[in-house]
């Protein structure tokens, strides 16, 4: 690896310990519920917040309009996200005494995760092979869920204080765009096209079923952060909730680390094994609401998962997205669009159904969601089989012709 590729490596790293922002506010909902805004219900707060997740694909698409145009290049983007995420600590600090402000704080951190998320990714996707992309990805998503543990921590902490105090994690978006306006190149994608290079303009089709994988695991996924501070308030504060979620987070470091080697070895059931996870976690969690130990060890078994299933999601898609002039579409759509929409539709979704169901109980909600998610895990083994079968078929003819 060239020293090039070295600099965007540690700039797609560094970027990568704030890439989920939002988990320096779920910490504090239960706080957010009963003392910032206590005539709201928890699902409208989880809703509020989950906002962010709706400006995501919107900012996401339009950056990638204006990329795939050549008005715009990736490291612009990047540096004008990071620059916005910096600037939502500060407004955070402004404007917090009325139900607006949450919602415009919300709207505002997925303008900005939606602008450098997906864009760093698309550094991945353009300046490595895919023997480094695997590699790269399994490390990005240990470090993504790192820097989940510390935002988890910190902002639990500050929520005791103030509860906008996850906010302030969010000032570190200026040192991250200083890093990235020094190591990442200036392009545009333009200018692969004047180089000659294929551009065809359609996605292949086989992206979208990535797509849809992320989409639902991540509507079921977010169902632990958002209700993990409630699920255990007879135990514990929001400082508790902000240690829930840094095991959780811790998860996800430890199957990043080996995330290339079991997909060496797995391929697309890895699929299926990181939703089984989640099924293992939410089972223990609906069971043991009162046993710390048993919540701490459920919600890391679920972290797990979120460094098998997206990464492994968004390396399909790297092979699949060779096209410069679509390849930041290809990027938007499954690094922000899937997982993001899935977390917006997961309040309204699961915890109105839920409610509906059940009533008010976290435990029974967990229970639900655990055995929905063991059936995905089946459909997607299932799904995994078949493909396998006809790709060999198709080996087969080539190799008769």
């Known amino acids: 690896m060239d020293k090039q590729k070295k600099k965007i490596m540690w700039a797609i790293l560094v970027v990568a310990l704030i890439q989920m922002p939002g988990l320096a506010l779920s910490p504090g909902i239960e706080q957010i519920r009963t003392t910032a805004f206590s005539d709201y219900s928890l699902g409208l707060v989880q809703t509020a917040l989950a906002l962010s997740s709706l400006a995501q694909p919107l900012a996401a698409f339009c950056a990638a309009f204006l990329i795939n145009k050549g008005l715009l290049t990736k490291k612009a983007v990047i540096v004008f996200g990071l620059l916005l995420l910096t600037l939502n600590g500060v407004l955070a600090t402004l404007l917090n005494t009325e139900f607006w402000h949450l919602i415009t704080l919300s709207i505002i951190l997925g303008i900005s995760t939606g602008c450098f998320i997906s864009n760093m990714f698309g550094l991945l996707f353009d300046n490595f092979e895919p023997a480094e992309r695997q590699s790269i990805a399994g490390y990005q998503s240990a470090v993504i869920n790192a820097g989940g543990i510390i935002m988890g921590i910190m902002g639990g902490l500050l929520a005791r204080f103030m509860w906008y105090g996850g906010y302030l994690m969010l000032l570190v978006g200026l040192p991250a765009a ?122 890391f078994i679920v972290g797990m998962s979120l460094s098998i299933m997206l990464p492994r999601c968004i390396f399909m898609v790297s092979t699949l997205a060779t096209d410069p002039s679509t390849s930041a579409t290809a990027t938007a759509l499954i690094s922000i669009a899937a997982p993001s929409l899935g977390g917006f539709l997961s309040p309204i979704i699961i915890t109105n159904l839920t409610t509906a169901l059940f009533g008010e109980s976290t ?39």
């Not at 020094?182 to 303009?201: F, L, T």
């Open 363 to 401: 435990a029974a909600r967990y229970r639900f969601v655990g055995f929905v998610v063991l059936a995905f895990a089946i459909i997607v083994a299932i799904l995994t089989t078949l493909s396998q079968k006809k790709a060999a078929r198709e080996r087969k003819l080539k190799v008769r012709s």
């Open 178 to 299: 200083i890093l990235v306006c020094y190591a990442v190149p200036n392009y545009k994608v333009s200018a692969a096209r004047d180089r000659g290079e294929r551009a065809k303009g359609k996605l292949n089709p086989r992206i979208y079923y990535y797509c849809i994988i992320a989409f639902l695991f991540m509507m079921i996924y977010s169902v632990c952060g958002s209700n993990i501070s409630t699920h255990i308030s007879g135990i514990g504060d929001s400082a508790m909730a902000g240690v829930a979620v840094a095991f959780m987070m811790g998860g996800g470091v430890v199957s990043g680390l080996f995330f290339a080697k079991l997909c060496d070895k797995t391929g697309d059931y890895a699929l299926s094994i990181g939703l089984s996870a989640v099924f293992v976690g939410y089972t223990l969690l609906s069971f043991f609401q009162t046993s710390p130990v048993l919540v701490f060890l459920a919600v």
